[in-house]
C-alpha cells in the first residue's frame, strides 16, 4: 500500500499485466464500491486486474466517525487478491463524491480536490 499520491498515466494509456482482462474486468465501470456494507465505505478506480487480484487507488472514503477500525486512505494504493475481494460496480461521480474524513468540514474534500492540493494546483 502507499500512502502518497502517485501519478497515473491516463486511462487507456496505461501498461496491463493482462490487457484482456483489465478490459473484461472493467466493461461495466473502472470503478468500484469495496465491501459493500462496510462500517467504514470505501471507493476506487481499478488501476490494473489480473487473473491473481485488482489494484486500485482509493478515490473517496466515507469513515464512520463513530467506530474504530480500519480505514482507508483517499489517494492510496492497495493490491487485493481476488480470493478476498467484495466490490460492486459504481459510476465515476460516486466514487469521486466528497470523502468523510472528518469531523472538521474542511477536511473533507473531493477525489479532485485531493489531485488539485497533491500536485500543488
Not at 491516463?10 to 465491501?35: A, C
Not at 489480473?50 to 477500525?69: D, E, Q, Y
Request: net charge neutral; glycine share 6%.
Amino acid at each position: 500500500m502507499t500512502t502518497s499520491y502517485i501519478q497515473v498515466p491516463p486511462h487507456g494509456q496505461r501498461e496491463y499485466m493482462n490487457t484482456s482482462y483489465y478490459i473484461q474486468f472493467t466493461d461495466v465501470s473502472r470503478f468500484i464500491k469495496l465491501y459493500p456494507g462496510d462500517t467504514h465505505p470505501k471507493w476506487g478506480e481499478v488501476l490494473d486486474a489480473w487473473a491473481a487480484g485488482i489494484k486500485i487507488r482509493i478515490t473517496r472514503c466515507k469513515n464512520n466517525l463513530s467506530v474504530s477500525g480500519v480505514s482507508y486512505k483517499v489517494g492510496s494504493i492497495h493490491f487485493i487478491p481476488m480470493s478476498k475481494v467484495s466490490f460492486a460496480y459504481a459510476t465515476e461521480e460516486e466514487a469521486t463524491s466528497r470523502s468523510v474524513t472528518s469531523h472538521k468540514q474542511e477536511a473533507n474534500i473531493t477525489w479532485d480536490e485531493f489531485v488539485a492540493q497533491a500536485e500543488g494546483v
